[in-house]
């Protein structure tokens, strides 16, 4: 039986992933998903294509799934204050149906 749930989807430069990644153990996010991106956005292009010394200014889609989602949104909520003032990124908090609701 599907349970209700919530989804958060942050797109970042690589160089804030293992930053997010810590917040994201402190604030009790069970899991996340990394994603390695490319895209067009309001400031620029970014590919993969390219060839690339320095990654840092990569994208990546990290996301995570919580059955609570008021926790869901304060964790997404604490990223943008921490983070994106300073770097480009975008969040996103969609609804959700997950199966096995006790692994979120």
Do not use: C, W
């Not at 997010?20 to 294509?49: C, M, P, Q, W």
């Not at 983070?83 to 979120?104: A, M």
Request: charged share 25%; hydrophobic share 40%.
């Amino acid at each position: 039986m599907a349970k209700p749930a919530t989804t958060v989807t942050i797109i970042a430069e690589r160089l804030l992933q293992a930053k997010i990644f810590k917040l994201l153990d402190e604030t009790g996010a069970s899991g996340y998903t990394v994603v390695e991106g490319s895209g067009k956005g309001h400031n620029l292009i970014r590919t993969h294509e390219r060839p690339s010394i320095v990654r840092d200014f990569d994208i990546v889609r990290i996301e995570f799934v919580m059955s609570d989602g008021e926790h869901a949104r304060e964790i997404a909520q604490q990223i943008a204050d921490t983070y994106f003032k300073d770097y480009s990124g975008i969040i996103t908090i969609s609804p959700v149906e997950v199966l096995r609701p006790e692994l979120f």
